[in-house]
């Protein structure tokens, strides 16, 4: 059965948010039947001028149902559109996914949809954006956040990470590995991503396997050889080496790695910027072992990224 997705413009809408629906496009290209159906939808259909002057055809957002619905952004804050926040209230309870694309976070948080949830947007609107609405909490630093059923995307080319996230939802994480080669575009960006998990990306299919990858993200300062491992899933580490190595195509001793390595970045991005206490804290050890890890995860040392992350906190202090 096909899934329907659904880009849901306005006057003034940013037509680069139409990059959403290109990583759905070029899944389909990949699987023996197109799984995905596009749509652009607006409040009564027809064409819909953008900032930018280019005008694009669109269908009743009122007709049919849609397995997924993306509002779109504009350049700056969209002002209150009633009848179409009303449309998607009603489209809320027979759509599986609905997302915002940068400022279209304003649009979906007058439907109440957001209450409750973390959320994200551009990072120069993202104060704007908690001050009228205290009901829901904006992080400022994320690419895309996933709450339950609503997702957001921070500024404009970042609604490709989280329509990548949505492809490897429904398809795994293969397919989306591809999709983003295809498109030439980073599977995992580096610097504020936390919302990433590596427990997803390594997938093992054995509730043993996924006990012990649990313990091990809960104990990352502690040793964490494979006796250690495996004693808490009551295996031999023998067997649980063999098949640790068969469900992930991994040693677990790389995947620990990619563990704290995420949590290490995910420090990063809190604000801690000591390298040897982020070290110590994720079961690094020394600094030399977390730069080492780094530059094999990400081709860059670990300071890098506390720059990337000091020069993002100035942007939204100076904003």
Known sequence: MSKRIGLVIFPQFQALDM???????????LLPQPLYELSTLSLAGGPVKSSSGVAL???PLGWGGYDTLLVAGAIGTPGPQPELEAALMASAGV??????I??????????GLMDGKRVTTHWAFGRKLQELHPALTVDEDKIFVREGSIWSSAGVTACIDMALAMVEEDLGVEISRKVARAMVVYHRRSGGQSQF???AEIEPSSDRVKEALLYARDNLHRDLSVEDLASQVHWSPRHFSRVFQSQTGMAPAKAIEKLRVEAAQA?????HSSIGRIADMTGF????????AFLRAFGQPPKVFVQQARSRNDHIYLS
């Open 267 to 271: 420090l990063i991005d809190q604000g």
């Open 95 to 100: 759509t599986r996914r609905i997302a915002s």
């Open 19 to 29: 990059a959403a629906l290109t990583v759905f496009e070029f899944a389909n290209t």
């Open 102 to 111: 940068c400022t279209g976070a304003f649009v979906l948080a007058r439907t």
């Open 197 to 199: 998990s590596a427990l």
């Open 285 to 292: 050890g020394d600094e030399e072992r977390l730069r080492r």
């Open 57 to 59: 055809d669109s269908l």
